[in-house]
């Protein structure tokens, strides 16, 4: 695709239910991020993937969260037992990674709605 | 560690005002500074960078100048127009890492 894409684009859950938040990256890029975007709160950092490294976990804020990437292309952000906290739009973005072009590409979000 | 303050908005212009939204930063050694913007409705897009002291960014008459006596890059533009309306993130990466730490966001609104 043109762009990098993020499904869904709205998923409500009930408190205690867990979620799979996907995300495709722009084709080549390797190096790919997930941020968290609440409201009063900014971007918050939580994963940073670069290549075959092992990524870079020191902002996630629970055991509860996890994320993988696969072949190096498509992530997937796992939240468990999500809980009303977790309510919160989460940003995907990918860059072409280290040495190259330094600019963030964003996809349009998840919201994610805890109830 | 690392991290980024900007000014709480919102800020409100009438078109043709100059703008400054401000920001600063902590950070060890010479991190590259960024500013990016989010439209209405729209994912979050690269408008200006800076990678070492002096720098200027430009681009849409928008304007920072990576200051690291102040540990500043405040956004400028001379002469604001309503379709810059949108939440404006400062943005950091720290030299030796490849996360970037963002701001909390400025929304600026500009009336007609």
């Known amino acids: 695709g043109a762009g990098v894409s993020q499904s869904p684009s709205n998923k409500v859950t009930e408190k205690g239910k867990d979620v799979e938040l996907r995300c495709d990256p722009i084709s080549g890029h390797t190096a790919l991020y997930w941020y968290r975007q609440s409201l009063g709160q900014g971007l918050e950092f939580l994963i940073y993937f670069q290549g075959n490294s092992a990524p870079d976990k020191s902002g996630l804020p629970s055991d509860r969260f996890s994320a993988e990437r696969t072949g190096g292309s498509v992530s997937t952000l796992t939240i468990q037992r999500t809980q009303q906290e977790d309510s919160a739009v989460y940003l995907c973005?990918?860059?072409?990674?280290?040495?190259?072009?330094?600019?963030?590409?964003f996809g349009s979000g998840t919201q994610l709605s805890v109830l | 560690g690392d991290s980024v303050t900007q000014m709480e908005g919102p800020v409100t212009l009438s078109e043709e005002a100059f703008l400054t939204i401000n920001c600063t930063y902590t950070?060890?050694?010479?991190?590259?500074l960024f500013w990016y913007v989010q439209y209405p409705g729209e994912g979050l897009q690269l408008l200006l960078k800076?990678?070492?002291?002096?720098d200027k960014g430009s681009n849409k008459g928008f304007e920072a100048t990576y200051r690291k006596e102040t540990t500043s890059f405040h956004l400028e533009k001379g002469s604001v127009q309503v379709s810059d309306s949108a939440v404006y993130f400062c943005a950091l990466r720290a030299s030796g890492t490849y996360k970037y730490i963002f701001g909390t966001g400025t929304r600026l609104k500009v009336l007609a």
């Open positions: 800076a990678t070492k002291a002096d």
């Open positions: 973005a990918s860059s072409p990674g280290q040495g190259k072009l330094e600019k963030l590409f």
């Open positions: 950070a060890t050694g010479y991190p590259s």
